[in-house]
């Protein structure tokens, strides 16, 4: 498999999980020069994809090789075990009740497809970064109309109450903030991250919140759990768990 290969994938839609599992199955023949890399990124291809993409080019053998031989011992990544040590206070703004006409910063990631973000929280689309600059338009029926300020697109927030178990005000109250979340007082890799909506492990629920959002209610009552439910798709669930308040396993995470 090849970058070529990659791109195919993610023209098809195909999700990052399936394109995950297709690069750690399939024989590594990848280009991750700078400029391969950078091509991977404009296609779409998440910082996840990668970063697999990149270990599995590091002298991994193919699959038939690596069957015929006694497994290398697996050390952790770096990145893991120093989201695990870092300090991670709390850094979410105050929450607020959102205005009609007023303008506000997104609190955390989402993704939005055509227009448009399920309370779901599918990982589809393109992403609007926490902090985004947005104008609460509307709340009516089940819908929020979000108006971007950095680029005068509309985004309507498709509110299904039987799994947000929340009314419009509520929603727009976990998703809108009056003052940016100062995300830049973290490290590096966790204010990527959390832009670009990737979970690690080593984060805490309440950066996991920013990076994903709230996990919806119907299948994650209560967010003092250690077992979240997220949606990838309509088809295709994510749980997550964590441990002494960090988030320590799921799939695809690293």
């Given at each position: 498999?090849?970058?070529?290969?990659?791109?195919?994938?993610?023209?098809?839609?195909?999700?990052?999980?399936?394109?995950?599992?297709?690069?750690?199955?399939?024989?590594?023949?990848?280009?991750?020069?700078?400029?391969?890399?950078?091509?991977?990124?404009?296609?779409?291809?998440?910082?996840?994809?990668?970063?697999?993409?990149?270990?599995?080019?590091?002298?991994?053998?193919?699959?038939?090789?690596?069957?015929?031989?006694?497994?290398?011992?697996?050390?952790?990544?770096?990145?893991?075990?120093e989201l695990f040590s870092v300090e991670s206070p709390s850094i979410a703004p105050p929450l607020i009740q959102p205005v009609i006409g007023q303008d506000y910063f997104t609190r955390y990631t989402f993704f939005?497809?055509?227009?448009?973000?399920?309370?779901?929280?599918?990982?589809?689309?393109?992403?609007?970064?926490?902090?985004?600059?947005?104008?609460?338009?509307?709340?009516?029926?089940?819908?929020?109309l979000l108006k971007r300020l950095d680029t005068n697109e509309e985004i309507k927030v498709d509110n299904i109450q039987d799994y947000s178990k929340r009314s419009n005000p509520e929603v727009a109250q976990i998703m809108l903030s009056a003052e940016k979340t100062p995300i830049e007082k973290l490290v590096p890799t966790l204010t990527s991250a959390i832009r670009s909506g990737e979970l690690r492990k080593g984060m805490t629920k309440e950066q996991v919140i920013m990076t994903r959002g709230y996990p919806p209610a119907h299948e994650t009552p209560s967010i003092d759990g250690d077992k979240w439910v997220y949606w990838s798709s309509r088809f295709v669930k994510l749980t997550i768990l964590f441990s002494n308040g960090r988030l320590t396993e799921g799939r695809g995470l690293y």
């Open positions: 498999m090849n970058n070529a290969d990659l791109i195919k994938m993610k023209k098809a839609d195909l999700s990052e999980e399936t394109i995950i599992l297709a690069v750690q199955k399939e024989s590594a023949d990848y280009d991750t020069s700078s400029e391969g890399l950078i091509e991977l990124k404009k296609a779409g291809l998440s910082e996840a994809v990668i970063q697999k993409v990149m270990a599995r080019s590091s002298g991994s053998a193919s699959p038939a090789a690596a069957a015929a031989s006694p497994a290398a011992p697996v050390t952790p990544a770096p990145v893991q075990s939005q497809e055509k227009g448009e973000y399920p309370i779901t929280g599918y990982t589809r689309g393109t992403v609007v970064p926490i902090n985004t600059p947005v104008k609460l338009i509307s709340m009516s029926g089940k819908k929020i």
